[in-house]
């Protein structure tokens, strides 16, 4: 009997070795990110792909870059408490970039390696989730090799009659109207709240009378 306990006992030590390393193993910190989103198995429905019109030309983006997301963090936090946000979130590697712009900074995080389009798109999903998050949006590769944020800016440029009108989108898509910042032009802002993302305001806004020009504004990534 004396042997045989601290057999049992150092069989049940290695067991929990075992399992402690199985869960290591996994990137996934955050528990509201589902785990199965990380089985490379999963079948998933074909990527989505985007694209945006600048003025008669229609501009395809292709599928998500399932490396980068952009988003916007509250403006009250400090480099710490930014990080620590992102550290909740074990499908994030940290911060790669930063850019000023119109409306406040942008960031560009890293996503960890071996997502597919479905779990990028689930990432921006959870993202948006985070009170200090105002803005998520997804990255793309241009020209094989370049990749670009979608930021949460429109720039607009509208003739006499079309102030009002982009006054009224803005209030209707939940988006704010910022300027004018030049002649005739402005730029509009959506977050996480709006009714969709810069690519599908600046498409919504083609052919709408007054609206001369409509381009969503993008970051340059590393």
């Known amino acids: 009997m004396k042997t045989i306990l601290p057999l049992f006992i150092i069989i049940l030590t290695v067991f929990g070795l075992a399992s402690c390393r199985q869960e290591n193993v996994s990137p996934i ?14 079948v998933a429905d074909p990527c989505k792909n985007y694209s945006y019109t600048a003025g008669a030309e229609l501009k395809s983006l292709g599928t998500i870059n399932t490396s980068q997301v952009i988003v916007a963090f509250d403006d009250k936090l400090t480099d710490a408490q930014r ?23 942008m960031f560009t995080l890293n996503l960890t390696d071996g997502l597919n389009c479905a779990q990028a798109e ?19 590769i241009v020209d094989g090799e370049q990749a670009i944020g979608l930021s949460n800016e429109v720039m607009v440029k509208t003739d006499a009659s079309g102030v009002t009108a982009l006054k009224e989108m803005a209030a209707n ?4 109207l910022i300027g004018p910042v030049g002649a005739d032009s402005y730029i509009l802002r959506v977050t996480k709240n709006s009714k969709g993302d810069a690519l599908e305001l600046a498409n919504s806004l083609k052919g709408q009378k007054g609206i001369t020009h409509a381009t969503p504004d993008f970051i340059l990534a590393l």
């Open 122 to 140: 689930q990432a921006i999903h959870e993202l948006k989730k985070d009170n200090a998050i105002k803005y998520a949006g997804p990255s793309f």
């Open 83 to 105: 990080g620590e946000v992102i550290s909740k979130y074990g499908f994030v590697t940290g911060i790669l970039n930063q850019r000023a712009s119109q409306s406040g900074m």
């Open 29 to 42: 910190r955050n528990v509201r990110f589902d785990p199965k989103l990380l089985n490379p198995m999963k």
């Open 173 to 176: 898509y939940n988006a704010e």
